[in-house]
């Protein structure tokens, strides 16, 4: 098999493209930096150096049987304009009787809403709220252009690619991705704190164990195409256990009350507003079809093993 991903040197794009690599496939990482090309080369995948919107890896059409979106499309209008380029550039180049080229895209499960425990989320949940304005919305839509249910609409119905959508949840490992914040902040202020309030949950997963279901995902791409995977763990964590778990590695002094060493604090913007929700998930999909289950530990029972990974690739 031959992959394009594209957004190779990124947090979830780099093991990813390893991941492909080391299951025996040629692999196109596209990033837009020179260094970041040599770490790519490095684990034998081959560099593409460009912005993505460039037209300069079209050329790779003809031969690819997946595209792998790891890119954050922060505008949706701007990204759908990148991607009916690659549609259009896939009718011109591709030969008309080739199976259609394949097409991963990397969504995320905010546009399900904030939906606390009044709901279980499945992959197979329906957007709710779309335009994000209800009273479980996460406000994503409308205030910072993260419609992404918008785009994977488009996807999953064109009629030149076989587009599937991936919805990762919060992700953890190595460099930190999202929990980095908390961190770092641990880092310059010796605090422990998180965005919301007592009594959350967080779900989960490891960029491992997400780069692992791209690979079986663009194995099964020629059957599975329209369909939309969540990547979680099989249990939400406790964000109260994870807080506490963590002043205990730091070594916090405890405090009196409910606090136990850590504090939350109000979000300030709507992303962190967004990092706040709520959500049971339940995926099922991956599992059923695809045969994936995560294997890595998770957030709080591998915390140690996360935090000195973090403080590693800080002081690198």
Request: aromatic share 10%.
């Amino acid at each position: 098999m031959r992959a394009l991903v594209l957004g190779a040197s990124g947090f979830i794009g780099f093991p990813a493209a390893q991941a492909l690599s080391r299951a025996g496939y040629f692999v196109y990482g596209q990033t837009r930096s020179e260094e970041k090309a040599k770490r790519l080369a490095v684990e034998e995948i081959f560099p593409i150096v460009c912005d993505p919107s460039s037209t300069s890896w079209h050329h790779l059409i003809p031969t690819l049987d997946v595209i792998i979106d790891t890119l954050h499309a922060s505008d949706p209008n701007t990204y759908l304009t990148l991607f009916h380029g690659i549609e259009s550039a896939t009718k011109s180049l591709r030969p008309a009787s080739s199976p259609k080229l394949s097409f991963i895209f990397t969504s995320g499960t905010w546009p399900l809403g904030n939906q606390g425990y009044d709901l279980i989320l499945t992959d197979t949940t329906p957007v709710l709220d779309p335009t994000g304005t209800g009273p479980k919305a996460v406000e994503l839509a409308s205030s910072t252009n993260l419609d992404r249910s918008r785009v994977e609409q488009e996807i999953l119905k064109s009629e030149i690619l076989n587009g599937i959508v991936v919805r990762p949840t919060l992700l953890y490992g190595r460099s930190g991705s999202i929990f980095s914040m908390m961190f770092e902040r641990f880092r310059k202020e010796g605090r422990v704190s998180w965005l919301g309030t007592p009594g959350g949950k967080l779900t989960t997963i490891h960029q491992d164990d997400l780069a692992d279901l791209y690979v079986r995902t663009a194995e099964k791409a020629q059957v599975i195409g329209g369909l939309v995977f969540i990547a979680a763990n099989s249990h939400s964590e406790d964000t109260d256990g994870f807080l506490r778990r963590f002043c205990e590695i730091v070594r916090v002094d405890g405090k009196e009350g409910p606090g136990g060493g850590y504090e939350y604090f109000e979000p300030t913007n709507v992303f962190e507003k967004a990092i706040t929700t709520q959500q049971i998930v339940r995926p099922y999909l991956a599992r059923t079809l695809l045969s994936w289950e995560p294997k890595k530990l998770g957030l709080t029972d591998g915390l140690e093993l996360y935090w000195n990974a973090y403080l590693a690739s800080v002081d690198k």
